[in-house]
């Protein structure tokens, strides 16, 4: 099975500032999808950015973007100009493309304090 | 439109007893996940559904739990004869699958359980 893994419990930043989450993963497949979920402390998930395997270009979404290494298998999420709104929970999540509809597999999170 | 919505959102109940968490997905999603989250963790899969074919269950993780979705649509998760090691949040999730293109998770916000 593919496992995920977020090598960073905690991490904080201050508010305006950059951090970069990490997230590395193991899979045998070349055809694949990549997410960025966030959980604020109200519990709902939400997609924050998400990346095709197949696709070079990083994927970006206004103030996140992500840093995209195949090879490596890594996956990072960077957030520009942080906002206090950032702070939450952030799981990083694979999907294989060639199971259909098959379960995802998450990271065990990174809980983000963003500092004032 | 609507996202995911999952009732209860709080569930107290005492060793024992049985319970019915439930879930309606977003209009025309054909995929319906459960996953588990236990606190501090992430996210623990239980079970898929997809259109109508048989569930995959393989992330139950006992036979004291089940779960049905009725119509292609709402779907009901049943613990029986709860345990303290079951009280977590239950997350919900629903996407589209369409000619084997698979497409993000929305989750809904979940269902805290507290077995007393």
């Known amino acids: 099975a593919q496992t995920v893994t977020q090598s960073q419990p905690e991490m904080s930043v201050q508010e305006a500032e950059t951090v970069t989450l990490s997230c590395t993963y193991d899979?045998?497949?070349?055809?694949?999808?990549l997410f960025w979920y966030k959980q604020p402390p109200s519990r709902q998930m939400i997609l924050v950015i998400r990346?095709?395997?197949?696709?070079?270009q990083n994927a970006t979404e206004n103030r996140f973007s992500v840093n995209f290494q195949k090879a490596a298998k890594s996956f990072s999420l960077k957030i520009s100009d942080s906002q206090l709104g950032d702070a939450a929970m952030y799981f990083c999540a694979y999907r294989s493309a060639w199971e259909l509809g098959n379960q995802f597999y998450f990271g065990t999170g990174t809980s983000l304090t963003v500092i004032p | 439109g609507a996202g995911v919505s999952q009732s209860p959102s709080n569930k107290v109940t005492e060793k024992g007893k049985d319970v019915e968490l439930r879930c309606d997905p977003i209009?025309?999603?054909?995929?319906l996940y459960w996953y588990r989250q236990s606190l501090g963790q992430g996210l623990e899969f239980l079970i898929y559904?997809?259109?109508?074919?048989?569930?995959?269950k393989s992330g139950l993780p006992s036979d004291r739990f089940s779960a049905e979705r009725t119509g292609g649509s709402v779907s009901t998760l049943t613990i029986q004869r709860t345990q303290q090691e079951d009280s977590a949040v239950y997350l919900c999730a629903s996407s589209y699958l369409a000619g084997g293109f698979t497409d993000t998770q929305y989750f809904g916000p979940g269902t805290r359980l507290t077995v007393l």
């Open positions: 899979t045998s497949e070349s055809d694949y999808y």
């Open positions: 209009s025309g999603h054909t995929a």
């Open positions: 559904f997809q259109g109508n074919s048989a569930p995959d």
């Open positions: 990346q095709e395997a197949y696709k070079q």
